[in-house]
């Protein structure tokens, strides 16, 4: 049987992002990762802020040039991908080190997931039997291509995020967000595919 590939899609933000969360020591990344899914779990994620001022001050110097929320998304997109796959220890394991995850991080991602994953596993699951969400706001951050004068410069791009929240009877039982990241050419494409949807509603 051939392996599951869990990270297709290995873009230098992605690299990036990793390669930033490497720099903490594995009991900071660790309370790191433990944080974020905790969040993810509770879905709390716009109803009081991650970090405090001081937590956020502290790790924005940690994180050098990565914005805090971009490294944020990325510790999301992974804990997503593990609940998607159902990943086993071992894959999670090999699907870490596949995206350069050093082996003290790969132990904090996997303490973290053995702390909260099942948690985060069963809201998926209840979420799945749930009704659509609702979109309720957008927002988006531009990002430019910045490097020192000896590396190579980073692409440009912005990342969209979707506000989401679960209604019920006139009432927001959860809330979410959504983070898209696009480069140029990626958010040309991507709002040509909502021109393409709009046309079509319209001429229902």
């Not at 660790?30 to 779990?41: D, H, I, P, Q």
């Not at 509770?42 to 001050?57: A, R, Y």
């Not at 040309?188 to 079509?200: A, N, P």
Request: hydrophobic share 35%; charged share 25%; with cysteine.
């Amino acid at each position: 049987m051939d392996e599951i590939v869990i990270f297709k899609n290995k873009t230098p933000a992605l690299l990036e992002c990793v390669e930033a969360l490497c720099r903490m020591s594995g009991e900071r990344l660790s309370g790191f990762c433990c944080r974020v899914l905790e969040f993810m779990v509770e879905g709390q994620k716009n109803i009081k802020p991650l970090f405090s001022e001081s937590e956020e001050k502290s790790l924005a110097k940690k994180l050098k040039k990565e914005n805090v929320q971009s490294v944020v998304d990325v510790v999301e997109y992974i804990f997503e991908q593990f609940a998607y796959h159902s990943v086993t220890k071992d894959s999670m394991e090999a699907a870490l080190k596949d995206i350069g995850v050093t082996e003290e991080g790969v132990q904090s991602f996997i303490e973290a997931w053995a702390a909260g994953g099942k948690s985060y596993l069963n809201k998926v699951r209840n979420h799945t039997l749930g009704g659509p969400q609702v979109l309720t706001n957008i927002s988006y951050d531009s990002q430019l291509g910045v490097s020192d004068t000896t590396g190579p410069k980073h692409e440009p791009n912005s990342v969209l995020q979707l506000h989401l929240a679960e209604v019920e009877g006139g009432e927001t039982l959860a809330e979410d967000t959504v983070s898209l990241r696009f480069t140029h050419e990626q958010l040309y494409d991507f709002f040509k595919q909502i021109d393409t949807i709009q046309g079509q509603i319209d001429g229902i």
